[in-house]
């Protein structure tokens, strides 16, 4: 079955960084959408899974959440196969289970709900110590 796979997940001190790529494993497609949306969330113990960054793959639009506007960008190479979350000054309350998903999007957005993704990574455990 097609998925995704996380890579460069570890630990880290605060004020450092961390890339995180994701890549497909297998095919995955669909025959009618307007865009293909790539998301990273994160799950913290006892916390819902949240939107962190998003990108619109072949438009290049981006979002962010707010708490990591300014300290993470997400990028894809250009094959527009791998997908990159950046991560720079990171704090301790980053520290989660990192996900990637893909959504194969009919509206005018890349959605920030994790339930709107249909494809997922296994997830990278990032911990960020103070």
Avoid: H
């Avoid at 998301?39 to 438009?59: H, L, N, S, Y």
């Avoid at 196969?81 to 990192?98: F, G, R, W």
């Amino acid at each position: 079955q097609a998925r995704l796979v996380e890579s460069g997940g570890g630990s880290v001190q605060a004020g450092g960084s961390l890339t995180l790529s994701c890549a497909p494993s297998g095919n995955i497609g669909s025959t009618y959408y307007s865009r293909l949306c790539v998301g990273w969330f994160r799950q913290a113990p006892g916390k819902e899974r949240e939107a962190v960054a998003r990108m619109d793959i072949f438009g290049g639009s981006t979002y962010y959440a707010d708490n990591v506007k300014g300290r993470f960008t997400i990028s894809t190479d250009n094959a527009k196969i791998t997908v990159y979350l950046q991560m720079n000054s990171l704090k301790p309350e980053d520290t989660a289970t990192y996900y990637c998903a893909a959504l194969f999007s009919i509206s005018a957005f890349c959605s920030g709900r994790y339930s709107d993704y249909n494809y997922w990574g296994q997830g990278t455990q990032v911990t960020v110590s103070s």
